[in-house]
């Protein structure tokens, strides 16, 4: 009898540790393959749409500064912020709202700590901007100042993540993670020259933000044409899904529009920037920037199939 109950007592604890000996191979496994094809688009994404969103908030903020449409200003910057803040929070622990996983890699990690470090400072300064609904001079030096070292460390974090996709959910198609790394960054482009001509009509740093806005703007038109037609030198195949290349054509349709305003503003004899120019630049760049973000989602559509 006893030799019949410890018998029946070593079995239930070999069914136990094999059961869990299952379990836990089957949890690594999961946790060694990574985030799904689908997932990487949604980080390359949303990670790309964060640099865009550190040019929106400084955009907003310059046309505060210069009393352009001030109250639906105030609005738009109040929900960039927030949806900056939710995001990179997102980035670091997931997010079901956002449908991203939470990032595992450490390399990655580390460069999260580094954006969250200026965030910290940049976000108290965009907090004051809506509580006060004025932007003082000091306040379009500091963010002029802060704006750029935090896309650049959001643009690592891109980098990252595109190297990561290309090592696990994307692998199969290295260059689709390039096309919406760089159709990603296209959205940030759009509102990086806007905020640039709002600066030089704002007269800061007046040459040096001319010639930012010339190169900005030089940028997005080289890599329109590359995302359609393939550019090797900044790794983009061409694009040959037709739905796709339908919508770039709408984003070139809108860039034919507003190139004349940026390029304006960006030639050295320009001297001063009027009121209705300012107001005709906050009315197109955000059609510019939706159907550019338009373009993205398809990209990111094509890594899930």
């Given at each position: ?98 449908h991203l996983p939470a990032t595992t890699k450490k390399r990655i990690l580390r460069q999260l700590d580094k954006i969250e470090k200026i965030w910290k400072n940049f976000y108290p300064t965009v907090k004051s901007i809506i509580a ?16 750029l070292p935090l896309l650049k460390q959001m643009n690592k974090a891109v980098g990252l993540y595109e190297k990561d996709a290309k090592k696990g959910g994307l692998k199969g198609d290295p260059g689709l993670a390039a096309t919406i ?125």
């Amino acid at each position: 009898m006893q030799f019949l109950n410890l018998k029946k007592s070593l079995i239930r604890t070999l069914s136990i540790l094999v059961f869990s000996f299952v379990y836990l191979v089957s949890l690594n496994n999961a946790f060694a393959a990574g985030p799904t094809s689908a997932e990487y688009g949604t980080v390359l994404n949303l990670s790309g749409k964060q640099r865009m969103l550190t040019q929106k908030m400084s955009k907003e903020i310059m046309l505060i500064a210069l009393n352009e449409d001030k109250d639906k200003n105030i609005i738009n910057l109040t929900n960039t912020s927030n949806l900056f803040d939710k995001t990179l929070d997102g980035l670091r622990n997931g997010s079901d709202d956002l449908h991203l996983p939470a990032t595992t890699k450490k390399r990655i990690l580390r460069q999260l700590d580094k954006i969250e470090k200026i965030w910290k400072n940049f976000y108290p300064t965009v907090k004051s901007i809506i509580a006060s609904g004025n932007v003082s001079a000091e306040q379009v030096a500091l963010v002029a100042e802060q704006n750029l070292p935090l896309l650049k460390q959001m643009n690592k974090a891109v980098g990252l993540y595109e190297k990561d996709a290309k090592k696990g959910g994307l692998k199969g198609d290295p260059g689709l993670a390039a096309t919406i790394n760089l159709s990603g960054k296209q959205r940030m482009l759009t509102q990086k020259m806007s905020k640039e001509f709002l600066l030089v009509a704002y007269n800061h740093d007046f040459e040096n933000n001319k010639l930012g806005l010339l190169e900005t703007y030089t940028l997005f038109e080289r890599t329109l044409k590359g995302l359609k037609d393939g550019d090797d030198s900044l790794g983009l195949p061409p694009t040959k899904t037709p739905h796709i290349v339908k919508q770039l054509a709408v984003v070139n349709k809108l860039w034919v529009e507003f190139k004349p305003i940026v390029e304006f503003a960006a030639n050295y004899k320009t001297k001063q920037i009027t009121k209705d120019k300012i107001s005709l630049l906050a009315n197109k760049n955000l059609p510019l920037l939706k159907e550019m973000n338009k373009a993205v989602g398809l990209y990111e559509k094509e890594s899930n199939k």
